[in-house]
T-cell receptor, first 114, second 115 residues
């Protein structure tokens, strides 16, 4: 069983479209995250949720909207996609309410905006 | 601000060579330090960690020591294998134990091990 699973794994779309990436974890963790990895492999946190509550919201454009229907799911919706949104998006979860830095990552969703 | 700097890659080594990947950090307070590894086509996995000065983290033959005086957390392995080929990320967390603590990554160092 995959601990942190993301869908889709690959997404190719046109500029201006709206798309969503889904994430589910079956580890019973309280905290979930979205990270963005650019073409140079640099990773940056976007959001974190603890038990459906937004905890961290980095300076991410409003076009990005996370949604957590329950503590096992954290989805990422992106409106009006731009070329610069092309990246690999990683979902992660953490086993403790208080963040110790030990994260479990999904395999990533590669988004290509044409 | 808080940041992590790693040595530039890619690093190419022959099997059984000694590996060092340098990592230095800038942080306020007392961060916890980590090395994560990303194998091709996969997500990141925690490799090892250290939570206070002079702690040594170790796993799978890899080691790193938390050096507060030099603000460093260099990754070492005595004898690398082809299966160690991956991208290695040094990271720190600000305010460990706090919900708002963020895991901040270095830029990653790609390691390629040749048979």
């Amino acid at each position: 069983d995959t601990a942190v699973s993301q869908t889709p794994k690959y997404l190719v779309t046109q500029m201006g479209n709206d798309k969503s990436i889904k994430c589910e974890q079956n580890l019973g963790h309280d905290t979930m995250y979205w990270y963005k990895q650019d073409s140079k492999k640099f990773l940056k946190i976007m959001f974190s949720y603890n038990n459906k509550e937004l905890i961290i919201n980095e300076t991410v454009p409003n076009r990005f909207s996370p949604k957590s229907p329950d503590k096992a799911h954290l989805n990422l919706h992106i409106n009006s996609l731009e070329l610069g949104d092309s990246a690999v998006y990683f979902c992660a979860s953490s086993p403790r309410t208080k963040n110790t830095g030990e994260l479990f990552f999904g395999e990533g969703s590669r988004l290509t905006v044409l | 601000g808080n940041s992590v700097t790693q040595m530039e890659g890619p690093v190419t080594l022959s099997e059984e060579a000694f590996l060092t990947i340098n990592c230095t950090y800038t942080a306020t307070g007392y961060p916890s330090l980590f090395w994560y590894v990303q194998y091709p086509g996969e997500g990141l996995q925690l490799l090892l960690k250290a939570t206070k000065a002079d702690d040594k983290g170790s796993n799978k033959g890899f080691e790193a020591t938390y050096r507060k005086e030099t603000t460093s957390f260099h990754l070492e392995k005595g004898s690398v294998q082809v299966s160690d080929s991956a991208v290695y990320f040094c990271a720190l967390i600000t305010r460990p134990g706090n919900q708002g603590g963020k895991l901040i990554f270095g830029q990653g160092t790609e390691l390629s091990v040749k048979p």
